[in-house]
């Protein structure tokens, strides 16, 4: 969509060589709305998300914040010393990793990392569903209750996708997925993604309660009617951070990071802010945000 988009762009520059003025507009606004949907979480803008970070006079915060993590290890390959630096002194509440391997929780314990995360969910596989970018793990600073993994959506080829819920001192207890569906590549792939998110979308609607999070690498953008589908009713973490958020894939290409496929999508909290953080030996940008619980105060 967005060479598409761009290649619009384009036409409709050469168009104006020859005061076409009309086919010129018709092409750069077309270009505008098909770009729009893969810069923009929606819900930034109170369209098909939610309402957004401002919840309106009649909604207020609950007391207690979270600090959640979420990277693409891009087959365990993410630099260890690079993260356990992000990690920092306790900060992280939460540490979702997709694409992940033993190896590298090894490798975050031997640097110190995980001391304020000491719980987890379930030791990754060798051979994970999906391979070497099936494994994912959640690690807590709070105990953790593992719920296993969701179940198989697709008939073809999926990776594995942990829910584990976090009894947070003050926000009490909150559900949390890691989020990986196949990426929607090949003719294989496409109908275990599309499976994938249209199967996410029918379980979080069985699963309201307590607060949701789901965090990860979707392979999916706001240009995806699949993703838009199983994102309604949620606030996107990147709506802290306005209507452009920026992209988070691919890092360290010949192509520059052009769409934006990694999430975290919140239920019953509310995004304080929203950052992206670069780490060698991925492909993807991290997400990081703080969220609070929210609670409706009345409505008179």
Same mark, same amino acid.
């Given at each position: ?17 020859? =005061? ?11 270009? $505008?709305?098909?770009?729009?949907p893969t810069l ?7 369209? !098909?998300?939610?309402?957004? $970070? ?5 909604? !207020? ?14 087959? !365990? ?20 990793? $997709? ?6 929780? %090894? ?9 304020? &995360?000491?719980?987890? @969910?379930? @030791? ?19 105990? &953790? =209750?593992?719920?296993?993994? &969701?179940?198989?959506?697709?008939? #073809? ?19 949390? $997925? ?17 499976? %994938? &998110?249209?199967g996410l979308d ?21 240009? #995806? ?22 992209? %988070? ?9 052009? @769409? ?24 993807? =940008? ?10 409706? %105060?009345?409505?008179?």
């Open positions: 969509m967005p060479v598409l988009c761009a290649v619009a762009g384009v036409i409709a520059l050469l168009v104006l060589v020859f =005061r076409q003025w009309w086919a010129a507009g018709v092409l750069a606004a077309g270009a $505008v709305l098909g770009l729009l923009v979480p929606l819900g930034a803008l109170g369209v !098909g998300f939610g309402a957004g $970070v401002e919840r309106g006079a009649e909604a !207020g915060v609950e007391a207690g914040e979270l600090t959640v993590l979420s990277l693409n290890a891009e087959y !365990g390959g993410v630099d260890p010393a690079a993260l356990a630096a992000a990690l920092g002194d306790g900060g992280i509440d939460v540490l979702v990793l $997709v694409e992940a391997d033993e190896d590298l929780v %090894t490798a975050l314990q031997e640097q110190g990392a995980l001391d304020g &995360l000491p719980y987890r @969910t379930e @030791t990754i596989p060798d051979e994970p569903q999906g391979g070497t970018a099936g494994g994912a793990v959640i690690l807590s600073a709070h105990p &953790l =209750r593992s719920e296993g993994v &969701l179940p198989r959506f697709a008939t #073809h080829r999926h990776f594995e996708q942990p829910v584990a819920v976090v009894e947070h001192p003050e926000l009490g207890a909150v559900r949390v $997925v890691g989020i990986h569906p196949v990426p929607p590549i090949g003719d294989d792939f496409v109908p275990s993604w599309d499976a %994938t &998110l249209r029918g379980w979080q609607a069985a699963h309201a309660d307590p607060p949701l999070i789901l965090a990860g690498d979707f392979n999916a953008s706001h240009a #995806h009617p699949q993703f838009r589908a199983l994102a309604d009713g949620f606030t996107p973490a990147a709506a802290a951070a306005g209507p452009f958020p920026g992209p %988070t894939w691919p890092v360290g290409s010949w192509l520059p990071p052009f @769409t934006a496929i990694d999430h975290v999508l919140l239920k019953g909290l509310v995004p304080l802010d929203y950052e992206r953080l670069d780490f060698p030996g991925t492909d993807h =940008r991290g997400i990081l945000t703080t969220v609070v619980g929210e609670r409706v %105060t009345g409505g008179g």
